[in-house]
T-cell receptor
């Protein structure tokens, strides 16, 4: 089955700095890679996603890059704000529709 | 207004009991899921249903039995609850299988005494 590894597990940045979270996956058949943000006590919410036929996608301060050859994808948050503090999960879905989440990154943005 | 709604929000019960969690989505989606999030925040898929049919059944004890009476509902029944079942259970839905973002409910926090 798929194995999704996520690093780092915790990340602290100063407000205004950038944050980068990285994930690797093992199943070369994986073709859809969403990122979810989960605030304390709340539900996970999709923030950005990318399909395997695209190398990069950007939405305002958030971007995701995908390297299919190396089987890794990354989340980039620029100009971080305190409200970006949350747990972020990457995920990978393969053609068998199996869905696997990474272990999560707890991001703290220090004002 | 809530797209994916779960009930109850909190469930406190004793070991050995049987309990159910209900989930409904009003998004017109074809696919629904159950996830378990443990105390370390790991999110693990348990089941996936597409148009009322079971698609994915991860390694979950058979004490857990999902039921989908129609494609807008996916309920989870748990028999003989154990201490290790304490977690937050999330229901989610997506428009269809594959390449689709999932919309999560607010979760049900299950605590076993």
């Amino acid at each position: 089955g798929e194995n999704v590894e996520q690093h780092p597990s915790t990340l602290s940045v100063q407000e205004g700095d950038s944050a980068v979270i990285k994930c690797t996956y093992s199943d070369s058949a994986s073709n859809y890679f969403p990122w979810y943000k989960q605030e304390l006590g709340k539900r996970p919410q999709l923030i950005i996603d990318i399909r395997s036929n695209v190398g990069e996608k950007k939405d305002q301060r958030i971007a995701v890059t995908l390297n299919k050859t190396a089987k890794h994808f990354s989340l980039h948050i620029t100009e971080t704000q305190p409200e970006d503090s949350a747990v972020y999960f990457c995920a990978a879905q393969n053609t068998g529709n199996q869905f696997y989440f990474g272990t999560g990154t707890s991001l703290t943005v220090i004002p | 207004d809530t797209a994916v709604s779960q009930t109850p929000k909190y469930l406190v019960t004793q070991m050995g009991n049987d309990k159910s969690i209900k989930c409904e989505q009003n998004l017109g989606h074809d696919t629904m899921y159950w996830y378990k999030q443990d105390s370390k925040k790991f999110l693990k898929i348990m089941f996936s249903y597409n148009n009322k049919e079971l698609i994915i059944n991860e390694t979950v004890p058979n004490r857990f039995s999902p039921k989908s009476p129609d494609k807008a509902h996916l309920n989870l029944h748990i028999n003989s609850l154990e201490l290790g079942d304490s977690a937050v259970y999330f229901c989610a839905s997506s428009r269809q299988l594959g390449f689709q973002p999932q919309h999560f409910g607010d979760g049900t926090r299950l605590s076993i005494l």
